[in-house]
């Protein structure tokens, strides 16, 4: 995928980005979320930059889209603050953008990827472990790493993959995916497995 382009010229104000979140009913959960737009927004000066949410908390990801563009711009850039590509990556969120620029059909909006699990993305999952682990060993503690679990098989088979990783990169003496829906195993089955295998020093790390 092209990396998007804030600006196309120096003379042209640069486009605004909208930031994709699920949306909580945590009030917590949605002033984090904020939190780290404002942060964003003090890192790209001159950038337009909110928020929008899937679901549960407003903005919506449309009201925010329609909104800049109703200000004149004529592109836009929406990022999902999202790990995994599950169902609102692939479909809820390009359906809000569609409606977003219905009554802007002249311009232009990129969609980018979601975060994935890149290098610093692993290393933040890394230190959150040898925070909770304290005086563990990593080949002393076992990981249950906690995904959300969806209807996209891929998106559970990234989560599985990233379990491995995980493993192999910090020298845990094993980390078992679980998922709190839809997929298997459950964090009861993953906890179970990881007793029964011989585990005693467990850490659970969520993962959405």
């Known amino acids: 995928m092209t990396r998007p382009h804030l600006a196309a010229h120096l ?6 980005l909208i930031i994709a979140g699920h949306g909580t009913r945590d009030p917590q959960g949605a002033a984090a979320a904020f939190a780290l737009v404002d942060l964003v927004r003090e890192l790209l000066p001159g950038v337009r930059v ?32 999202m ?3 599950g169902g609102h990556v692939q479909a809820d969120i390009p359906e809000a953008i569609a409606a977003g620029r219905r009554e802007h ?13 890149p290098a610093n993305l692993i290393d933040a999952v890394h230190q959150r472990i040898r925070t909770a682990a304290e005086q563990w060993t990593p080949a002393q503690t076992c990981v249950v790493l906690v995904g ?10 990234d989560h599985v993959r990233l379990a491995r990783v995980l493993e192999e990169t910090g020298g845990y003496a094993q980390v078992i995916p679980g998922f709190i829906q839809v997929a298997k195993p459950s964090v009861d089955q993953a906890l179970t497995a990881a007793y029964q295998g011989g585990a005693r020093q467990i850490v659970v790390q969520p993962h959405y």
């Not at 003379?11 to 605004?16: D, Q, R």
């Not at 959300?148 to 088979?157: D, I, L, M, P, Y």
């Open 148 to 157: 959300r679990g969806c209807s996209v098989t891929e998106a559970n088979a």
């Open 105 to 117: 059909g002249q311009a232009t909006v990129v969609y980018t990827r979601h975060l994935g699990a």
């Open 50 to 81: 909110s928020a929008g949410f899937v679901e549960l908390t407003q903005p919506t990801i449309e009201e925010s889209l329609s909104g800049a563009l109703a200000e004149g711009a004529t592109s836009a850039v929406v990022v999902p603050l």
């Open 83 to 85: 790990i995994g590509a």
């Open 11 to 16: 003379n042209e104000p640069a486009a605004p």
